[in-house]
Nanobody, 122 residues
Framework: QVQLVESGGGLVQAGGSLRLSCAAS????????MGWFRQAPGKEREFVAAISWSGDNTIYGDSLKGRFTISRDNAKNTVSLQMNTLKPEDTAVYRCAAGLRVTYWSGQYAYWGQGTQVTVSS
């Protein structure tokens, strides 16, 4: 089992930056691919980014690469999401997830955090 806890969300003005973190418990963290997803009110869950267990492979949602960067530190059992040049449309609850492969598909992730709210004001 892997338990995930997100932090780092908050209120930021458009054009600003935030860094989200996801702390994982469990000795097998380094075995899992990690992903970030977001969901805005009234919208479907959206893939944000994912990273392989080694950190060598990363994928991003459409239009997010270049503004968002995912990284991980297996020694600290954490995965981070650096978000730059934030826009009001980035407002959502952001959740991290752990799975066995790097994929856009949320169904492949077995473990989920509760989420952290990101609000971008215009």
């Amino acid at each position: 089992q892997v338990q995930l806890v997100e932090s780092g969300g908050g209120l930021v003005q458009a054009g600003g930056s935030l860094r989200l973190s996801c702390a994982a418990s469990g000795r097998t963290f380094s075995s899992y691919a990690m992903g970030w997803f977001r969901q805005a009110p009234g919208k479907e869950r959206e893939f944000v980014a994912a990273i392989s267990w080694s950190g060598d492979n990363t994928i991003y949602g459409d239009s997010l690469k270049g503004r968002f960067t995912i990284s991980r530190d297996n020694a600290k059992n954490t995965v981070s999401l650096q978000m730059n040049t934030l826009k009001p449309e980035d407002t959502a609850v952001y959740r991290c997830a752990a799975g066995l492969r790097v994929t856009y598909w949320s169904g492949q992730y077995a473990y989920w955090g509760q989420g952290t709210q990101v609000t971008v004001s215009s």
